[in-house]
């Protein structure tokens, strides 16, 4: 079995306390972290977003509340997962979509705005995928992407490796009931590119004013770009 298919079935497994096990393994600071991913966005005004590999889908419905006019979809290859959306967001008026992350079923400048958490590192070819974002984009657009990141060597980090490599599969096996998940996301965290390569990527896929910021003691890194208003495609 590929990668794609494993990461799908493991997605669907786990959908049903993937919530529970974020605010858990975050210390409840994910919310905050999906907050500051629609302020990068910017307010797309009657425009359409993408929010890709949607998840559960809190950053959708944070658009839906920040920018009412805005068409809003959400887009995940996890069927399990987008279920579980649907259900908790059914009051809101977004659009959900399955679909592959490798080749968006949408046309080129569609969208005002893409943002994605937790995608880059569960495919196989990151740079691939920021070229199919970027593609659907409008001129101008912007992508903002929240994933995890490999934490510097310093002080602390024992003790971080001992809480991504023991505590998160320990809790993913008394939670989640599921131990072999949470330990491929941790391995997925430490062997993913850093900060600083990422943001390299973001520009070798055609991005211009690429930033980041780091959060939760280097261990979450929240990317964002925008599309060249002047070339365009």
Known sequence: MGK????????????????LMNRLMTLGQDQRWRRFVVQRAGDPGRGAVLDLACGTGDI???????APQARVLA??????????ARHRFQELPICWQACDANQLPFREQSFEAVTFGYLLRNVDDALHVLREVRRVLVAGGRVVCLDTTPPRKGP???FIRFY???????????????KAAYAYLTGSTMDFYEAEVLAALFRQAGFANVGYRRFM???IGVHWGEKDPVVGL
């Open 4 to 19: 794609a298919e494993g990461v799908q079935a493991m997605f669907d497994a786990i959908a049903g306390r993937y919530d």
């Open 164 to 178: 991504l490599q023991v505590v998160v599969p320990a809790l993913g096996r008394c939670i989640a009931r599921d």
């Open 217 to 219: 003691f280097g261990t």
């Open 60 to 66: 959708a419905a944070l658009f839906c509340r920040v």
């Open 156 to 158: 602390l980090w024992p």
């Open 75 to 84: 887009a995940d290859f996890s069927l399990n997962m987008l279920a579980r």
